[in-house]
């Protein structure tokens, strides 16, 4: 890409056309704390091409990476075996460039992939329909919040305290400039009881979440229909796709709409993204939905062929009548998951749900046979919390200091009085038994 310089006066233009009076006013709602207040510290301001490089492979040193040390994090983003064959796939020259298409005609492969994961989506959570995906988990989450205030023009929102605080924080966000008013429950590893306490006639939606931010397991089959009975709608929330492989999916439990995160599937850790977030739900509300849905249809020989189904929602079209500003996340990420879902098929999907189970449950046995420690979650797939007899964030920079990412403090995600304790620990088809038994080694030193 070249490198256009604005002058000083280029720049003022630009200022004056925004309505703003210098750079900075640009980033007024960005936090102080999250703002740099001079040049990024360490960055060579003018080096060589072999220099910089040299630079970026130190600090590249001098990370961890997750495949060369015990790793138990999880809290929304798994590290799980991703085959050659898909990076094989996606890298192909006709995959790795292609973008949404908004001219559907022209590129029938691309379409037909979003269609085929569509498919695949709606099996897994065993819904009606499902989009050609969103953003990520987060924000499919939040869309769907809005979303069931437009279904059943109401304003009130309810968060489990078993939601994942980065999903309600998008949606909070979401939710606070359309308008809605939010009753986020205090956090609980289990408050189905409470949930349901907090409906009335105004509530839109009840959000909650299996497998929850700690890991716990619930069938919201009675909640669902005790929700839908005072005229609300049930959003279930998920991070870990692969889950679905052994336990009973959202839509069969009744829920009204189903958004998670697809990255266990196909797509690697990558810093944090991009990932690829899901989003389903019932038949009657497809229009409501959020981003594109792929269709299949005939041509005028009778041919089969992929269109964008009810794309007139979109902003690119009818702008003023949209139902969201998303299209769909980056679409190489569904492509993976699309590959990735093939290669399994439903066996090799349950044998890799087992695979996941039977590590966590080797895992929690090892590390609550430690003095002091605690096993929180009462059930649970992949992922379960333990509360330490000591400070969970200072014990997980203990371990890492010895080479073992031994999970993810629960105060990381959201700082509460009385949580500091808590560790959230994660165990995929890529733990070993050597991982698990250097784990509690190293966390019977640390606390």
């Not at 619930?218 to 609300?232: H, M, N």
């Not at 009462?378 to 997980?396: D, G, I, K």
Request: net charge negative; glycine share 8%.
């Amino acid at each position: 890409m070249r490198y256009l310089p604005h002058s000083t006066q280029d720049r003022e233009q630009m200022l004056a056309k925004v309505g703003v009076s210098s750079v900075e006013d640009l980033f007024v709602d960005v936090p102080e704390l999250a703002r740099l207040d001079g040049p990024i510290h360490g960055l060579p301001l003018a080096q060589g091409e072999l220099e910089v490089e040299r630079w970026m492979q130190e600090l590249s040193d001098a990370s961890i990476s997750a495949g060369s040390v015990p790793f138990f994090c999880g809290a929304g983003a798994y590290r799980h075996h991703v085959p050659a064959t898909v990076d094989h796939l996606i890298q192909r020259s006709e995959f790795l460039t292609t973008y949404t298409p908004y001219q559907p005609e022209m590129a029938q492969g691309t379409v037909q992939t979003l269609f085929e994961f569509q498919s695949q989506v709606a099996g897994l959570l065993a819904c009606d329909v499902a989009n050609a995906s969103m953003y990520d988990g987060s924000t499919a989450c939040a869309e769907a919040v809005v979303m069931a205030a437009r279904v059943t023009k109401r304003t009130k929102i309810v968060f489990s305290g078993g939601l994942h605080p980065h999903y309600r924080r998008a949606a909070r966000t979401l939710a606070k400039h359309s308008g809605l008013e939010i009753a986020g429950l205090p956090i609980a590893v289990n408050d189905e009881a409470a949930v349901l306490q907090s409906v009335d006639d105004t509530t839109a939606c009840v959000v909650v979440q299996c497998p929850n931010v700690f890991g716990t397991l619930t069938d919201f089959t009675e909640l669902a229909k005790a929700v839908q009975a005072k005229g609300a709608l049930l959003i279930a929330v998920f991070t870990e796709a692969v889950a679905f492989g052994l336990i009973k999916p959202p839509g069969e439990m009744g829920a009204d709409i189903v958004v998670g995160e697809g990255q266990s599937i196909g797509n690697s850790l990558n810093f944090g993204g991009p990932y690829v977030g899901l989003f389903a739900t019932k038949e009657k509300y497809m229009r409501q939905m959020p981003g594109r849905l792929a269709g299949e249809t005939v041509d005028a020989d009778g041919n089969r062929g992929f269109v964008l189904t009810l794309s007139t929602r979109e902003q690119h079209i009818r702008r003023d009548k949209a139902t969201s500003n998303i299209c769909t996340n980056s679409g190489l990420c569904a492509l993976a998951f699309t590959i990735h879902m093939t290669l399994l098929g439903d066996k090799g999907l349950k044998h890799l749900a087992q695979l996941n189970h039977e590590a966590a449950c080797e895992t929690a046995d090892a590390v609550s046979s430690i003095k002091g420690v605690e096993l929180v979650s009462p059930n649970f797939f992949n992922e379960f919390a333990v509360r330490l007899p000591s400070n969970a964030a200072q014990a997980v920079e203990a371990m890492a200091a010895q080479n073992v990412l031994g999970g993810v403090p629960y105060s990381r995600l959201r700082p509460e009085p009385g949580f500091d304790n808590m560790l959230l620990i994660a165990a995929t088809e890529t733990t070993t038994a050597k991982d698990i038994a250097t784990l509690t080694d190293t966390l019977k030193k640390v606390i």
